[in-house]
């Protein structure tokens, strides 16, 4: 999506009419979903920075639980960036939009490839693990009374619970037309666990999405969160950790699998320590859901001829998440 000078002002001057930009919009890169630019704002009121972040959700729902989620999440302490300004789709632009504070600072593995990866491993495998659970630990502890009530007012059409997400995702698997892709999501559906002890989870808690600014790690990106038992949030962080999605030469691959088992491992026990009376759940279960997911969408993207069949890095996941949809409800289902 093209963000033009032009459509900015007009989104900035429907709170603030002052608002100027001193540059020219700069894009931003790295998610696979929302289009984002960083913005040089002058003429802001007093107590917004001039350092700002423009978001547009292609989705206008779920653009706004992603917003519901992280103003009551910044709300309860957690730290994310403030949102300043949203607006809906329309004019100026075809999402929903959003404009929040810029938050310096680097992700936790901006830039990693197959080769860096070998080179940090032990760096890794100190700091990674504690970081993703501890901060997982803490978003888990928080009341998600107040948040629930805000998603369902901002957006009451969204899947924001573990059975509404399985409608989601059946829906998906017919509309891939794959019989066993169909017949796993119907067997998840059948032997859904317990959804007692939920809480807000982020859903996509990896390490891009968290940044260390001032000392404390910054949550970013709030799209996949739900109301689930802690293990959907665990499973989510330990598949990408066991399997990551990084391209690597061929020697290089043992190692870093080995390395991956190992991070993955950490994370999961340090949790656990974190937080030791969460009611977690069935652990296959819930990576069998992701794995649904993840399956569904690349096969709906591959019978479309949609590009991110073969650019998103999901696509690096269709082998693990094959084994573990299997593991979770014994059925077969073709890697895309």
Same mark, same amino acid.
């Given at each position: 999506?093209?963000?033009?000078?032009?459509?900015?002002?007009a989104?900035?001057?429907?709170?603030?009419?002052?608002?100027?930009?001193?540059?020219?919009?700069?894009?931003?890169?790295?998610?696979?979903?929302?289009s984002?630019?960083?913005?040089?704002?002058?003429?802001?009121?007093p107590?917004a920075?001039?350092?700002?972040?423009?978001?547009?959700?292609?989705?206008?729902?779920?653009?706004?639980k992603?917003?519901a989620?992280?103003?009551?999440?910044?709300e309860?302490?957690?730290?994310?960036?403030?949102?300043?300004l949203?607006?809906?789709a329309?004019?100026?632009?075809?999402?929903?939009?959003?404009?929040?504070?810029f938050?310096?600072?680097? %992700?936790?593995?901006?830039?990693?490839?197959?080769? @860096? #990866? *070998? =080179?940090? !491993?032990?760096?890794?495998?100190? $700091?990674?693990?504690?970081?993703?659970?501890?901060?997982?630990?803490a978003?888990h502890?928080?009341?998600?009374?107040?948040?629930?009530?805000?998603?369902?007012?901002?957006a009451?059409?969204?899947a924001?619970?573990?059975?509404?997400?399985?409608?989601?995702l059946?829906?998906?698997?017919?509309?891939?037309?794959?019989?066993?892709?169909?017949?796993a999501?119907?067997a998840?559906?059948?032997?859904?666990?317990?959804?007692?002890?939920?809480v807000?989870?982020h859903?996509?808690?990896?390490?891009?999405?968290?940044?260390?600014h001032?000392?404390?790690?910054?949550?970013?990106d709030?799209t996949?969160?739900?109301?689930?038992?802690?293990?959907?949030?665990?499973?989510?962080?330990?598949?990408?950790?066991?399997?990551?999605?990084l391209?690597? %030469?061929?020697?290089?691959?043992?190692?870093?699998? @080995? #390395? *991956? =088992?190992? !991070?993955?491992?950490?994370?999961? $026990?340090?949790?656990?320590?974190?937080?030791?009376h969460?009611?977690?759940?069935?652990?296959?279960?819930?990576?069998?859901l992701?794995?649904?997911?993840?399956?569904?969408?690349?096969?709906?993207?591959q019978?479309?001829?949609?590009?991110?069949?073969?650019?998103?890095?999901?696509?690096?996941?269709?082998?693990?998440?094959?084994a573990?949809?299997?593991?979770?409800?014994?059925?077969?289902?073709?890697?895309?």
């Open positions: 999506m093209k963000i033009t000078v032009d459509a900015v002002e989104a900035l001057r429907t709170a603030w009419p002052q608002a100027q930009l001193t540059t020219d919009p700069v894009p931003l890169t790295g998610g696979q979903w929302a984002m630019a960083r913005l040089a704002v002058r003429g802001t009121p107590g920075p001039g350092d700002l972040v423009l978001r547009i959700a292609p989705h206008a729902a779920m653009g706004a992603e917003l989620v992280q103003r009551q999440m910044a309860a302490g957690v730290a994310t960036p403030a949102i300043r949203s607006g809906p329309g004019e100026p632009f075809d999402g929903a939009w959003a404009v929040m504070d938050i310096p600072g680097t %992700p936790l593995l901006a830039g990693l490839d197959g080769l @860096a #990866a *070998a =080179r940090r !491993l032990p760096q890794l495998a100190r $700091r990674l693990p504690a970081q993703l659970a501890d901060t997982m630990a978003l502890r928080i009341d998600p009374g107040p948040i629930i009530e805000h998603v369902r007012q901002s009451p059409s969204t924001f619970t573990v059975d509404e997400l399985l409608l989601h059946a829906a998906a698997a017919q509309a891939s037309r794959q019989p066993n892709l169909i017949a999501a119907s998840l559906t059948a032997s859904r666990p317990d959804q007692s002890g939920s807000i989870c859903g996509d808690l990896h390490p891009l999405n968290l940044i260390e001032d000392g404390r790690l910054v949550v970013l709030w996949a969160a739900v109301l689930a038992p802690p293990g959907y949030d665990i499973t989510a962080t330990w598949l990408l950790l066991r399997h990551p999605p391209p690597a %030469p061929a020697p290089l691959r043992p190692a870093i699998a @080995a #390395a *991956a =088992r190992l !991070l993955a491992g950490s994370f999961v $026990r340090r949790y656990h320590a974190a937080n030791p969460a009611e977690t759940g069935p652990l296959d279960w819930y990576a069998g992701h794995a649904l997911r993840i399956l569904s969408e690349l096969a709906f993207w019978r479309e001829h949609d590009p991110r069949a073969h650019s998103h890095p999901w696509r690096l996941l269709a082998p693990a998440s094959t573990l949809l299997a593991r979770a409800t014994d059925i077969s289902v073709r890697p895309v």
